[in-house]
């Protein structure tokens, strides 16, 4: 028998046939799989069974249905990363990072966090922070009956909340352009990401109906400074939106707003009041450091219940000295002051740089977040490679991009509240130079 040959008369045998042939190395990533119609030919089953095991290997990652280009053999895809790039020379303008000196101090709070040692069995929530976060949420989701689950940082919360509620292959709604996490939470997953368009309002409404009608079972949704793009939500397209998921409301929403103790915008939300599964995820790493990794995730009953049991004492909860540390800087009114200063501070940096683009001929809006979304008359790729070479390195928006677009991205996103008013100036001529 030809060692490459795909076996079997049942759907679970063939799927077993090729998954060998996989790990052999006889299938590669990236190599085509018989047609359906050949394959069943081939070994001589009913069509319906090769359907089945093409079907048993996409659920378990194995393979890639792509329509008319045919099932191929996965593999898994880089996808960049947040934060500074490694090995670097250049100045980066890319890192989405927070500025470090606009994060508070944690050695007040640090002698306040380490108390009695919490035992196996114990609750997984602080109660006194578990009261804090209801406080938190409650008013932004009145009327819901909601329940508390604390998770390390905002990707976890969703990776969390998508693993009780989907299989491989079920179908999630991302925002397009995405945020770097989510589209590699949704791959590493499994899911079949559907992209919705974002624009300057956030997730556009023909974009959701379509995601929903073509049976997406979550959405995930950042109602404001969306990543890369910086959309909020504007009050009528989140009334929009909630009534085209007034339709679907056993559909998962998520919303990961990551960016709230910082934003200078209203929060409005996705999830109407009769919907029955949803998230409202709120983290703390862009305002108390990326390495205060905790949020907090408000949900409706039966969610909380389902992610609950993935969260035990001892094994996958979040430490109880981080939660308390968190705590105590949420009740800290001068960290919370600092952390109101710093989210002014972000929003001017942003809007004087944007105003000196646009006075240039590169008209840019300072929307919300930590970065800046460019719009240039050229390809991205040609304005980073001439930065490149006068010693910036800047992200493009075909990072963000999720399905293939027919032409590249035109947009750069910029990091560059942390600029010093000489580099600000500096990178703003060889931008309008490069942008040539």
């Not at 063939?14 to 060998?20: D, F, K, L, P, T």
């Not at 590169?362 to 930590?370: C, H, M, N, S």
């Amino acid at each position: 028998m030809d060692e490459q040959t795909i076996t079997g008369s049942t759907a679970s045998e063939i799927a077993a046939s090729v998954r060998a042939l996989h790990e052999r190395g006889a299938l590669r990533t990236g190599d085509a799989l018989p047609p359906v119609r050949e394959l069943a030919a081939q070994l001589g089953v009913n069509r319906n069974t090769a359907v089945a095991a093409y079907r048993l290997l996409a659920q378990a990652g194995v393979v890639t249905a792509r329509g008319r280009a045919g099932t191929v053999v996965a593999g898994v895809t880089a996808v960049a990363q947040e934060g500074y790039a490694p090995d670097s020379v250049l100045r980066d303008i890319g890192t989405g990072n927070p500025d470090p000196r606009r994060i508070p101090d944690l050695s007040g709070a640090l002698a306040t966090a380490v108390g009695r040692p919490v035992l196996y069995g114990e609750p997984v929530i602080d109660p006194a922070l578990e009261e804090r976060a209801l406080a938190w949420v409650s008013a932004d989701l009145p009327g819901r009956p909601v329940r508390i689950t604390v998770t390390n940082g905002a990707v976890d919360a969703v990776e969390r909340l998508l693993a009780q509620a989907l299989l491989r292959d079920d179908a999630v709604a991302l925002e397009d352009p995405c945020f770097l996490a989510s589209i590699h939470t949704v791959r590493l997953g499994g899911y079949r990401a559907v992209p919705v368009p974002v624009d300057a309002e956030g997730m556009t409404v023909d974009g959701l109906r379509a995601a929903l009608e073509s049976g997406v079972r979550a959405v995930i949704c950042t109602p404001r400074a969306q990543n890369p793009t910086g959309a909020t939500l504007s009050p009528a397209r989140a009334a929009a939106l909630r009534a085209v998921l007034a339709e679907h409301p056993y559909v998962l929403v998520i919303e990961d707003d990551h960016f709230s103790m910082l934003s200078q915008r209203p929060y409005e939300t996705l999830i109407g009041p009769e919907h029955r599964r949803y998230a409202l995820v709120r983290s703390v790493s862009k305002s108390l450091g990326p390495d205060m990794c905790l949020a907090v995730a408000a949900t409706d009953p039966e969610t909380a219940d389902r992610l609950a049991m993935r969260l035990s004492p001892g094994t996958t909860w979040v430490s109880h000295i981080l939660q308390r540390l968190v705590l105590a800087q949420l009740t800290d009114e001068a960290v919370l002051a600092e952390v109101a200063a710093a989210g002014r501070h972000y929003a001017e940096r942003n809007a004087a740089f944007a105003a000196r683009l646009t006075e240039r001929g590169l008209p840019t809006e300072a929307r919300d977040g930590l970065n800046l979304w460019v719009r240039l008359p050229v390809e991205a790729k040609v304005v980073a490679d001439r930065l490149m070479r006068r010693g910036w390195l800047a992200r493009t928006g075909d990072e963000f991009v999720l399905g293939e677009r027919p032409s590249p991205s035109h947009h750069l996103r910029l990091t560059v509240h942390d600029l010093e008013d000489d580099d600000a100036a500096r990178l703003i001529d060889d931008l309008v130079d490069a942008a040539r």
